[in-house]
């Protein structure tokens, strides 16, 4: 029996760090260190699985693997991504609890890779079938098309999502897949105009320039050069790792599996391409008779005619903005600088826009209605850089939020639980990021409800106002700071710019530059830009611009990008908090994205901020296993009154005894079932067996009525039939009586002649000789007088059985040939049924001519004797060699190089094809070959050789040794007479370099 490692058995430190001694930060960072060297990147806190990023593959993730942890206890195994995710699934599937597995780190800490692991071990997990199949690879499929188009490489992690994604995984009762739906947050399309020093666009614009073919960039009216397109980062175009062109395929072929048409995609290419070509747009001054200055496209080479957009329709919306309100409509010429910032907003709006209407393309294919549901978050990491806006603003205001949950649903609500309970307990102290997202959400004096503010009031709304307000309201707050509060304080920092503000999250304190701040967060897109859109005979264009439809005017203002994205958070942590959490908390050990480096400082100050230590107190301290009253009672009141209501046994053995109830309960329903189903089955049977009986008799009865007198009739018919043969007989025999004496003779002679005959041609058809033409044979005749008659039979016999086999007299055989053999059937040429057979399709196509005959020969090899299977195909001027197993055509001989065919006057089938001397089919030399079918082949070469305008008459050698030109030697290949060997068949022997031996069994 396999022997299964439990979590203590050949342990690498400690894997749950509940169990680690003694509890201090060094010996946590330590035990982490310790297993992070032996490639051991899972460690426990409990039912938290922390998780390192390794940056390299290692061989914990293969099929094996997953076999190993399916079905298995938590604790049963070493600490493992799969143990977590098959506790969720189990969960969800067994006591039909919804589920949701919360990836929390910092950005490059390998949470993608993560919630990948997860995806692929659930579809690896669950149930079989064509439909589920579909199901799971739509679902594992939709991965690389939101990479491609929502992930970018950072100076952190070269795979960074730059969106935030939430996936629900849909469930029948079974446990089966049945589609999912997938929510995306704010995607950080500052990047598509703008990347930092040594990061990327988002990663499709570099895959569709290194993958597409030829002819797709020529319609698209792309180059291959990235310096070539403004919108590209160039210090880094490249990425170690990352095979751009591959990655492209695999994302067109993701798309077709989740379900997109090939006029999709084209049109999602061509909106790709469209942004690329927006970077390119230059503008030039031009001055008004009013003295001002009205923007002009410079270079007018009409690149967005694959959308059906004028060129003149886009000049105007750069170069004019309409303002309406109520019945007024007042336009303003944009300068250059404007026109630069309308370019770069539209580039940004249309790429946003294509990657909302992705996901819900996506969300078309495999949305079902709601049943269990299994939730992955992969959402943006912490994030500090050297100069962080309003995207890292919010992406670090979402961490807060999931920091939250999990301060909630570990450390307070357990403790706050054993309180309710009255379980003795010593508060283990933690820090609660409540403060701070109240900083950023509250409704009145939060970040986000200034900022929004400040975008709705009227007057000149500026970065600096914001930064204003923010000195006033939130000067006094613990967790905010800015030069103007330090200063108020008399604190002189020049770390802090006067255009800066920090917040102290709690991952750390970040510095936001409070330019663009405004701005980001109007995401204001001039009416004229999506008029514009709306304009193009582009069927996706009008789709993502609907409020460009004329009819459709909304003068409303549309909710700013904040206010919308605490929205979606609020709406995401309500829906995590009807689940049953999972959490994976995503540690990275170093900043260089380097393998087998472990950065302490680094590690510890991740460690302090995600409250790992704080984790480890509260389990340590509590219990392992929490359950309400009413569930607990709900799974296991069937086992016995013993354990009904009450338990103090291990759960582990609960679930076993429960597991074991359930698989005898399911044994008596499926006995009483089955039962139940073969009595009915039974019952009808034996009805049915009733009515059939009664049906037959019924019909037995009345068919033996009807043989009682079809017996009758025929009885009468037979008495009839011989009293008349007496009465014919008695007046025959009158009727001879009176010419007996004349008549008698002749009349018994001629009978006795037609007798005999007429025993003679009975007898001759039950005698006659074999159909072979060979067969001498003939029955011996009875009477002298029939000898003449018995000759000539013979011969019309034998004329008859040569006809018989379809063969014409042909004169390159001679008496002393035996070919009964080969001729047993008559001629049928195809004998491979070359245009039928699908294997020889191929090989079909490849002959311009009719084919006259195709069989199966060996054609022999000098060096051992030994046959190799080729097809032989007879055409009208060439024969024609190929492997039989490929079809592959190994030689063709034009019939004019043909010279003659040499045959042995044995019953062996070889024959040897030899070619003209200086042709270019003579370099390899002759061919010996051996057939089943040989009398058919040569005769049909004789024949298609004669008739044959460009090749002379084909000579036939017919002798027991002849010689084989092979390449540059000429061998002898000699037929000699045997004793039966290998079941009677042919065999060829070499007997050294100058001769073949083909031993021909002797035949009785």
Known sequence: MEVKTSLLDNMIGVGDMVLLEPLSEDSFIENLRNRFDHNEIYTYIGSVVISMNPYRSLPIFNPDKVEEYRNRNFYELSPHIYALADEAYRSLRDQDKDQCILITGESGAGKTEASKLVMSYVAAVCGKGQEVNKVKEQLLQSNPVLEAFGNAKTVRNDNSSRFGKYMDIEFDFKGDPLGGVISNYLLEKSRVVKQPRGERNFHVFYQLLSGASDDTLKKLKLDRDFSKYNYLSLDSAAVNGLDDAANFRTVKNAMQIVGFMEDE??????????VLKLGNIEFKPESRCNGTDESRIKDKNGEFDLLGIEQSVLERAFSYRTVEAKLEKVSTTLNVAQAYYARDALAKNLYSRLFSWLVTRINESIKVTRHKVMGVLDIYGFEIFEENSFEQFII?????????????????????????????????????????????????????????????????????????????????????????????????????????????????????????????????????????????????????????????????????????????????????QTKNPNYIRCIKPNDKKASHIFTDSLVCHQVRYLGLMENVRVRRAGYAFRQAYEPCLERYKMLCKRTWPHWSGPLFFLEERRRQCLQNLATLIQKIYRGWKCRTHFLLLKKSQIVVSAWYRRYAVRLFGEMQKLKYQKRCKEAVTTIAAFWHGTQVRREYRKFFRANAGKKIYDFTIQRIMQKYFLGLKSTLPSMSPIDKSWPARPYLFLDGVHTELRTVFHHWR????????????????????????????????????????????????????????????????????????????????????????????????????????????????????????????????????????????????????????????????????????????????????????????????????????TTA
Request: glycine letters at 4%; a neutral charge.
């Open 265 to 274: 995609v084209q049109s999602v290419l061509e909106l790709v391409a469209a």
């Open 802 to 1001: 040569v006809s018989q086999l379809c063969l014409c007299p042909s004169p390159i055989f001679n008496s002393s040939v035996k070919y009964y053999l080969t001729v047993s059937q008559p001629f049928r040429g195809d004998y491979l049924e070359i245009s039928k057979n699908p294997k020889y399709q191929k090989l079909n196509s490849a002959m311009e001519e009719k084919v006259l005959l195709a069989d199966v020969v060996n054609k022999i090899n000098r060096a051992n004797g030994k046959g190799t299977a080729r097809i032989f195909l007879l055409t009208k001027n060439s024969v024609v060699l190929a492997d039989q197993k490929t079809g592959q055509v190994k030689a063709s001989v034009p019939l004019p190089d043909l010279t003659s065919v040499s045959v042995s006057t044995q019953s062996d089938g070889f024959f040897a094809l030899k070619l003209k001397e200086g042709s270019a089919s003579a370099i390899k030399g002759d061919f010996l070959l051996s057939s089943e079918h040989l009398i058919e082949i040569i005769t049909k070469l004789h024949r298609t050789g004669a008739t044959a305008a460009d090749s002379e008459q084909l000579n036939i050698d017919i002798s027991d040794e002849f010689l084989v030109q092979f390449k540059h030697d000429k061998v002898c290949v000699k037929f000699i007479q045997g004793a039966p060997k290998n079941g009677n068949s042919v065999s060829c022997k070499r007997k050294n370099n100058r001769l073949l031996e083909v031993s021909v069994p």
């Open 396 to 576: 670090n205001y979402c961490n807060e939020k999931l920091q939250q949950i999990f301060i909630e649903l570990t450390l307070r609500e357990e403790q706050e639980e054993y309180i309710r309970e009255g379980i003795e307990w010593t508060n283990i102290e933690y820090f609660n990021n409540a403060i701070i997202c109240d900083l950023i959400e509250n409704h009145q004096s939060g970040i986000l409800a200034m900022l929004d503010e400040e975008c709705l009031r009227p007057g000149t709304v500026t970065d600096e106002t914001f930064l204003d307000k923010l000195n006033t309201i939130c000067a006094e707050h613990q967790h905010f700071e800015s030069r103007l509060s330090k200063n108020s304080k008399y604190i002189t920092d020049h770390s802090l710019p006067h255009t800066c503000f920090r917040i102290q999250h709690y991952a750390g304190k970040v510095l936001y530059r409070a330019e663009g701040f405004v701005d980001k967060n109007n995401d204001l897109l001039y009416r004229d830009l999506s008029q514009a859109m709306y304009k193009a005979n582009h069927s996706l264009i009008k789709q993502l611009f609907p409020e460009g439809n004329p009819a459709k005017v909304n003068l409303k203002r549309p909710p700013t990008a904040g206010f919308q994205f605490k929205a979606s958070v609020g709406t995401l942590m309500r829906n995590l």
